[in-house]
């Protein structure tokens, strides 16, 4: 089993920054993939951006203006978010699965363990 649990969440004026952060139980850099999922009211959990050692897969809607990365050293996963708009907000979420090979799902459902969620606002 892996522990998740998230961090950095809050709320930001439009154009705006945060940086997430998702600290994990184990080693995840090369063998188990790492993500990132936004939740809102209404809507299906979305993939936002995904990473196993040097891949990265970030969403379409965001991929000019977030990054992701890990810190090995201290088991971490981050999402830098800039630019924030409005149609960013929502209950971010940290999510793994265990994958040695062959990429990575991009969606919520391929991905078996889940942190509690960060909440993320954006105001005008």
């Known amino acids: 089993q892996v522990q998740l649990v998230e961090s950095g969440g809050g709320s930001v004026q439009a154009g705006g920054s945060l940086r997430l952060s998702c600290a994990a139980s184990v080693y995840t850099y090369s063998s188990y993939c790492m993500g990132w999922f936004r939740q809102t009211p209404g809507k299906e959990r979305e993939g936002v951006a995904v990473?196993?050692?040097?891949?990265?897969y970030v969403a379409d809607s965001v991929k000019a203006r977030f990054i992701i990365s890990q810190d090995t050293a201290k088991n971490t996963l981050y999402l830098q978010m800039n630019s924030l708009t409005p149609e960013d907000p929502g209950l971010y979420y940290c999510?793994?699965?265990?994958?040695?090979?062959?990429?990575?799902?991009?969606?919520?459902?391929?991905?078996?363990?889940w942190g509690q969620g960060t909440p993320v606002t954006v105001s005008s």
């Open positions: 990473t196993k050692g040097t891949s990265r």
């Open positions: 999510a793994a699965y265990s994958r040695r090979v062959g990429p990575c799902s991009t969606s919520p459902r391929g991905f078996t363990f």
